[in-house]
């Protein structure tokens, strides 16, 4: 499996940038893709994750109302829609896959929250550089 973003690049303050997460040699059914960006000196921040196969969706707080997450079953790639960026929002974005295995789901915004060795497979990451 591998997990290969795309869309990144240079934007004023203001404006907007779609991203791409798409999924090679994928046949999972149940998953969640979540959206990571991690910022120059700082730890990485979970930002979005979509859920399949039910499309459940969740946003870290800074991002609500700007990001918008959605998928592309049929072309297992996942989307991050990034309005109104704002400089300190630079950063790598990285995709990451965590495969919902046996019963039950977890919490979305929980899965934002976790770290990085708890997901199953990673992107190298875009990156976003949004100038002031």
């Known amino acids: 499996v591998q997990l290969v973003e795309s869309g990144g690049g240079s934007v004023q303050a203001g404006g907007s940038l779609r991203l791409s997460c798409a999924a090679s040699?994928?046949?999972?059914?149940?998953?969640?893709i979540a959206w990571f960006r991690q910022a120059p000196g700082k730890e990485r921040e979970g930002i979005s994750v979509?859920?399949?196969?039910?499309?459940?969706?969740a946003y870290a707080d800074s991002v609500k109302g700007r990001f918008t997450i959605s998928s592309d079953r049929a072309k297992n790639t996942v989307f991050l829609q990034m309005n109104s960026l704002k400089p300190e929002e630079t950063g790598l974005y990285s995709c990451?896959?965590?495969?919902?295995?046996?019963?039950?789901?977890?919490?979305?915004?929980?899965?934002?929250?976790?770290?990085?060795?708890?997901?199953?497979?990673w992107g190298r990451g875009t990156q976003v550089i949004v100038s002031s």
């Open positions: 990451a896959c965590l495969l919902i295995l046996g019963g039950g789901s977890p919490n979305l915004q929980s899965v934002l929250a976790r770290h990085s060795a708890e997901f199953d497979f």
């Open positions: 040699e994928f046949h999972f059914a149940r998953y969640a």
């Open positions: 979509i859920r399949s196969p039910d499309g459940d969706t």
